[in-house]
Structures are given as structure tokens and as C-alpha cells.
């Protein structure tokens, strides 16, 4: 005989999933964004997160290397951020 699903059940779980959503993402300490930069081979300040857009973190170096994108991309995605990459800045005189 088969096993019928409580319904209640899959509503609580249906709840959770919908409530994970909407959590507020968290400021990571400047030690934790070293220890990231470490990791993926980066230079001190190259991983920014801007208090105002806190889903996002910003990667600030010239010409990454994929393998440092890939990196820093991973750490991103497991910690529900966004990432921008930020690789040439173009200086002009006024």
C-alpha cells in the first residue's frame, strides 16, 4: 500500500522555502573578506561589499584571471551574493 504525504507537511515546508527567500543579506567583516582574497589569490582590497548594496561584492582588479573569477564566483554563489566584476578603469583628463 502506498504512503500518502501529510499535507500539512509540505505546506510547512512549502512556508520555509518561500521564507529563505526573504532573508536580509549580512555585511561580511573586512576579516572575512581577506580571508576570501587569500583563498582565490587576490590583493588586500580587491573585495569590496558596499553597505548600501549588500548583495553584492565587488571584485576591483585589472584584468582577472579566470581562475580568480571563478573563485571569487563561487564564494559568492554559495553565500547568496551577487558579483560584480570591476576590471579596467579608464582615467581621462579634464
Not at 14 to 20: E, G, H, M, Q, R
Not at 21 to 37: F, G, H, I, Q
Not at 39 to 56: F, H, N, P, T
Request: aromatic content about 4%; glycine content about 4%; proline content about 4%.
Amino acid at each position: 500500500m502506498p504512503r500518502r504525504t501529510n499535507i500539512s507537511t509540505l505546506a510547512v515546508g512549502a512556508v520555509i522555502l518561500s521564507l529563505s527567500a526573504c532573508v536580509t543579506p549580512r555585511m561580511y567583516s573586512k576579516v572575512e573578506l581577506s580571508t576570501v582574497e587569500q583563498s582565490c589569490g587576490l590583493s588586500a582590497g580587491e573585495l569590496v561589499q558596499d553597505e548600501e548594496l549588500k548583495k553584492v561584492v565587488v571584485l576591483f582588479r585589472v584584468a582577472p584571471s579566470p581562475a580568480e573569477r571563478s573563485c571569487v564566483t563561487k564564494w559568492a554563489h554559495k553565500n547568496h551574493l551577487h558579483l560584480a566584476v570591476i576590471d579596467a578603469v579608464n582615467w581621462t583628463d579634464k
